[in-house]
């Protein structure tokens, strides 16, 4: 009866156990306890109960009693206390002095310690340059001594040591050596392993400078075919443009073929970045070299001017020779050349007199007050009409532009051909024979008068002074102006003069030399030049054309 009374109470402690061990479980759970802790709680229990009763089960199982369940086959019952309990919230990250943003463990253990140090001291051990570097940790605090050649390895060092998973930081108290020796020795050895890989890629290499090669001929023999882009735009620099493009295109596209064969892909990325911000420092450096270039294309899509144009650009006049991608030459009228940059020309004002050989020239001349202006002008005009290089469409005019206190200011306005006269000679001979005509007409061209008032006292000494100085020799001859018709001979003195001046220049103008002065045709001097000029090779293009619409 004791024995069955025992066996009851064993099994019942043993139930409590369980119980116990399972609260464990459960406070571990709330209160974020360990499990592990719990468990060996409940083991130790188990086994110190096992441990005082070991003959009383032995007893049971001979006398196939029911035994009691163990400690671990209560916990085998409840699944739930096995499985691994919840992660905590994690603890915040210690970011002080800390040089590893990895979680820092509340519980370390040396077993932790020795782990990173073997494993610390595994890589450095396989890295030139780090094998001399010691390691020791202490909780999870890495401390760094010993050599290295340089800063780089140190670096290095510090570097592959964080990242290492439950390092805390690393401490450096590690000496850099800077040694000449282990310095050129790492850099020799990193010369040498490139120099042998590029040894190796050598064929590649060629490969890839073949190919480019190959392209690159391809694009300038494609560029240099002028006939099939002048076809394809009859604007010479146009053609020329887009020829330069397509052997860029071409050396471009060979590029990123040979990079791409050799597996370089990443430097063609920093050449054309290179490139791009080299770009903009050049573009701004060289702004109106650019601006000059777009004004050049423009210059010659629009082809205002032709060669051999009469034009003013700014005040500056001349012949064109030729439209270069950097400036118009023009053959000034003094003979000389003239380069005005296309920026200022494409931006300034062009005056053409050769579009229009139509060309108008103006002169003034006053008659007296005392004459009819209209019969000056008739008489101008007549003697303008007599000129060869005048033209009758438009036909010449003559206005009366202003009425002074002593002349008439008379206009007159002539057309001229100027593709077959010269503008400045026409000009010229016309205000000659203009002026000759009146005057022979009797029409004076008057000089400015001024007349002059005394009062009654001194006009009578005046009038005395011819026979208080008779003595002395002096004279004074008061003359009287005559009114005298046109066709009534001068009788002054200045009528005198005038008809002698005539008569000399009759004499005069009767030589050889008479017909070159009064020629009025362009000088061929200049136009010769001019065509010199043009005929002259030169190293630029000329963009006039010709062929191309004008505007």
């Known amino acids: 009866m004791s024995i069955y009374l025992t066996q009851k109470m064993l099994t019942i402690i043993r139930r409590l156990a369980g119980i116990c061990g399972q609260l464990l479980l459960l406070l571990a759970l709330l209160g974020q306890l360990p499990a592990h802790a719990a468990i060996e709680d409940a083991a130790s229990i ?111 060092a510090i570097n592959l ?57 391809f694009g300038s023999w494609l560029s240099n075919r002028k006939n099939m ?17 397509i052997k860029v295109i071409f050396i471009i596209f060979g590029l990123i073929l040979a990079l791409s064969l050799i597996g370089a892909e990443t430097v063609l990325g920093t050449l054309l970045g290179g490139a791009g911000v080299i770009g903009i420092a050049v573009g701004f450096a060289v702004k109106d070299t650019i601006e000059n270039y777009i004004a050049s294309l423009m210059l010659s899509i629009r082809q205002p001017f032709r060669a051999r144009d009469h034009i003013v650009i700014n005040g500056q006049e001349g012949i064109v020779v030729r439209l270069t991608s950097r400036a118009t030459i023009l053959m000034t009228l003094d003979g000389n050349q003239l380069r005005i940059p296309n920026a200022e020309v494409f931006k300034g004002t062009i ?46 005019i003559a206005v009366i532009t202003n009425v002074g206190d002593s002349n008439i200011i008379l206009e007159f306005q002539v057309w001229v051909d100027q ?29 400015p008068i001024y007349r002059l008032r005394f009062n009654h006292k001194l006009e009578q000494a005046f009038e005395q002074m011819p026979q208080n100085n008779a003595t002395s020799g002096a004279t004074l001859t008061t003359t009287v102006p005559s009114t005298t018709s046109s066709n009534q001979a001068p009788s002054s003195t200045d009528d005198k003069d005038k008809e002698q001046a005539k008569a000399r220049a009759k004499t005069i103008l009767q030589g050889r ?20 000029e043009i005929a002259e090779n030169s190293d630029e293009t000329d963009l006039l054309n010709n062929n191309s619409p004008q505007e």
Do not use: C
């Not at 040498?192 to 190919?211: D, F, S």
């Not at 579009?355 to 000056?376: C, I, M, S, W, Y």
């Not at 020629?519 to 030049?529: S, Y």
């Open 229 to 245: 882009w002048q076809r394809l735009t009859p604007n010479p620099f146009v053609a020329e443009l887009l020829a330069q493009t």
């Open 161 to 217: 040591t964080n990242r290492l998973t439950d390092v805390v930081t690393v401490e450096d108290r590690i000496n850099r050596t800077l040694d000449v020796q282990d310095n050129v020795t790492t850099v020799y050895q990193g010369l040498k392993a490139q120099v042998t890989n590029l040894v190796k890629a050598l064929p590649l290499l060629l490969v890839g400078i073949v190919l480019f090669g190959l392209v690159t001929w």
């Open 46 to 156: 188990s086994a110190a109960l096992s441990g005082d009763n070991v003959d009383n089960s032995e007893a049971l199982d001979e006398d196939n009693a029911e035994p009691a369940p163990a400690i671990s086959d209560s916990i085998a019952e409840t699944p739930e206390a096995l499985e691994p309990s919840p992660e905590p919230d994690p603890p915040p990250i210690i970011s002080g002095e800390s040089t590893n943003n990895a979680q820092i463990e509340t519980t370390p253990t040396p077993q932790k310690d020795n782990d990173i140090r073997q494993r610390i001291t595994g890589i450095f051990s396989e890295i030139d340059g780090l094998q001399a570097v010691n390691v020791s940790v202490t909780q999870g605090v890495v401390t760094l001594t010993g050599e290295t050649p340089n800063e780089k390895k140190a670096q290095q």
């Open 419 to 447: 593709s077959e006269t010269d503008f400045s000679k026409a000009r010229s001979i016309a205000i000659r024979e203009t002026k000759h005509a009146l005057e022979n007409e009797g029409f004076s061209l008057p000089e």
């Open 513 to 532: 030399s008479a017909s070159d002065v009064l020629d009025a045709r362009p000088d061929d001097k200049l136009m010769e030049k001019v065509e010199q």
């Open 351 to 396: 005056l053409n007199y050769t579009k229009n050989p139509e060309r108008r020239f103006t002169f003034e001349l006053g008659v007296d007050a005392n004459d009819d202006p209209l019969a000056a002008i008739k008489v101008g005009l007549d003697a303008i009409h007599q000129l060869a290089f005048v033209l009758d469409e438009p036909k010449a």
